[in-house]
């Protein structure tokens, strides 16, 4: 069946792509965006105009294309945030896919992006570090102690996005807190960084990086207090806290995670059993959406056609390579652990391509013949994911236009009952999980543990469920300190790994172009890409 001609999709967005400014490693603050006369005047009279600098914050993290120049081509990876999310989560033992050319997230799956060279370690280096240039530009011109209501929220939302930036970084480049606080970590560029500093900025030690981003995060919690944003896509106070206790809980600070996460949860409710029995996570308006990105039908991802998450995730779009080309999957032996009582066991369909939240009675039809939605979509293999819903729910949407989770209230209660029983209240942490989980998920649901150390491995378990595909799994194995096994489950025989924690090939190298201009970087090691182990594959294998 020729229901989606890929040649034609591929000419279309071909047609669409944009000629962008050379891009390049400078990723210091320009010293200062205006002079001392025009920061003044700024200050005193004109704070709106700050409002573009503001805007590039959230901009720069769906920005289209940002490595064409450099890479010589268009990549389909290169579409922001969640693109980087895909990567990580391509990375872990959660999300398999099809070992094809089509899948565009099999360089990280296989862990050949982490070289010098390679363009996948340069996208992300330059999206974390571009979008922080943005918040350094803002923090340059606003200072510490501003009166003015308007100054005070750009600022704030200026802290708090470099300490997510940072947040990410730093999980990226060195293994986690805990065990590892003075190992070499990330280049720390600030408000304060010039020119010439950049040029011998060695690596900060992983404690640095962890203090510079509590102590935005701190202020930004001040200052934003009172703010009321005009939609979810930008940082108030909620969000600050939310991003607080993800730093805390990799500081395994319990108190304070626990107590941020409470705080980040106030005004928002998870999404319930009935709102997840359909493919959900497309619309910022649910009201567990703390934060995440807005994506409008005019954005450049969008009119691009394949560029964009719901291209390469969602199984009901009308233009993409998830159905049929690059399907996105649930690691098996993880699905056939979720109760059959729990609602997301439907977020992917079983051995029957069957998923009770899928409309099985929509059909389409083409040249005189009726298809039902498992071949209309291409859907080729088990454990397949329905999770991710079609933009306004409607199937066979050929706009892209899904907004994407970065923060959402179910998260801030797993961290709660992680908190809560790592720091000596396993009791309290019991019922928090149970009280969640019966509510929003599973009606029949007990935690089969009552120790902090059991707890905390149902709340993995918990998170790898809930928050699968939003770009948590490779980060949270990486923060316990898990091995990375794939052997004896449906991923692909050449990507069948059993690594052990704490290997060399997690970590991502520092792009060749930063060594070239940073000459006190200290890079980390390249390794030898792993050699997939020899095991018969599952019946469920994606080919």
């Not at 939302?157 to 990226?172: E, G, K, P």
């Not at 940082?235 to 806290?241: G, H, R």
């Not at 998830?322 to 369909?349: C, F, H, M, S």
């Not at 949270?476 to 990375?484: I, V, W």
Request: glycine share 6%.
């Amino acid at each position: 069946m020729e229901r989606k001609n890929y040649m034609k999709a591929f000419s279309l967005i071909a047609s669409l792509f944009f000629m962008f400014g050379c891009v390049d490693m400078d990723l210091n603050p320009a010293d200062s965006i205006y002079t001392q006369d025009q920061k003044d005047d700024l200050l005193n009279s004109s704070p709106d105009r700050l409002v573009a600098d503001v805007n590039g914050l959230y901009s720069g993290l769906i920005k289209y294309a940002s490595i064409y120049n450099w890479a010589n081509a268009t990549r389909h990876f290169d579409f922001g945030y969640a693109a980087a999310c895909m990567i990580f989560d391509s990375s872990g033992m959660d999300m398999p896919a099809e070992n094809s050319g089509y899948n565009w997230f099999l360089t990280p799956a296989r862990f050949l992006d982490r070289t010098k060279t390679n363009e996948f370690g340069y996208f992300l280096w330059l999206l974390f570090y571009s979008h922080m240039r943005t918040a350094n530009d803002i923090l340059a011109t606003i200072p510490s102690g501003v009166e003015d209501a308007t100054l005070k929220a750009y600022r704030g939302q200026a802290l708090a996005s470099r300490a997510f930036d940072y947040l990410n970084l730093v999980q990226m480049y060195q293994f986690t807190y805990v065990g590892h606080e003075n190992e070499l970590a990330i280049p720390l560029v600030d408000e304060n960084t010039s020119g010439q500093d950049a040029t011998e900025n060695g690596r900060a030690t992983v404690k640095e990086i962890y203090d510079l981003i509590i102590s935005d995060l701190n202020e930004a919690i001040e200052i934003l207090e009172g703010y009321s944003r005009t939609n979810k896509g930008l940082i108030n106070q909620n969000v600050a806290y939310g991003l607080r206790a993800r730093a805390h809980l990799l500081m395994n600070n319990w108190d304070q995670a626990a107590s941020d996460a409470a705080n980040a949860l106030s005004g928002y409710t998870p999404y319930s059993i009935e709102e997840v029995s359909k493919p959900s996570f497309n619309d910022i308006s649910a009201g567990s959406w703390i934060w995440g990105l807005v994506v409008s039908e005019t954005n450049d991802i969008v009119r691009s056609g394949l560029l964009n998450f719901p291209s390469h995730m969602c199984s009901f779009t009308g233009n993409g390579y998830a159905p049929g080309y690059a399907g996105r999957y649930i690691n098996n032996t993880l699905w056939e652990q979720i109760p059959e009582t729990d609602v997301r066991k439907g977020w992917w369909i079983d051995e029957n391509f069957y998923s009770p939240i899928v409309d099985y009675d929509w059909t389409a039809t083409y040249n005189g013949v009726e298809y039902g939605v498992e071949d209309w979509f291409g859907w080729q293999a088990p454990y397949l994911n329905v999770k991710f819903g079609p933009y306004q729910d409607i199937y066979d949407n050929a706009t892209n236009a899904c907004d994407f989770p970065m923060m959402r209230a179910e998260e801030m209660y797993l961290i709660m009952a992680e908190a809560q029983a790592m720091g000596g209240n396993p009791g309290t942490a019991k019922s928090t999980l149970e009280s969640f989980i019966r509510t929003y998920r599973d009606p029949a649901y007990v935690c089969p543990a009552s120790d902090a150390a059991g707890i905390r491995e149902e709340v993995w378990f918990q998170r790898r469920v809930e928050l699968w595909g939003e770009g948590f799994s490779f980060f949270d194995m990486m923060r316990l300190k898990k091995p990375l096994k794939r052997t004896g489950t449906n991923f692909d025989a050449q990507l069948s790994y059993d690594l052990p924690a704490e290997s060399d090939i997690f970590l991502w190298i520092i792009p060749e172009e930063e060594e070239n201009t940073n000459t006190s970087i200290i890079n980390n090691p390249v390794m030898t890409t792993p050699t997939p182990v020899s095991a018969t594959p599952t019946a469920a294998t994606v080919k």
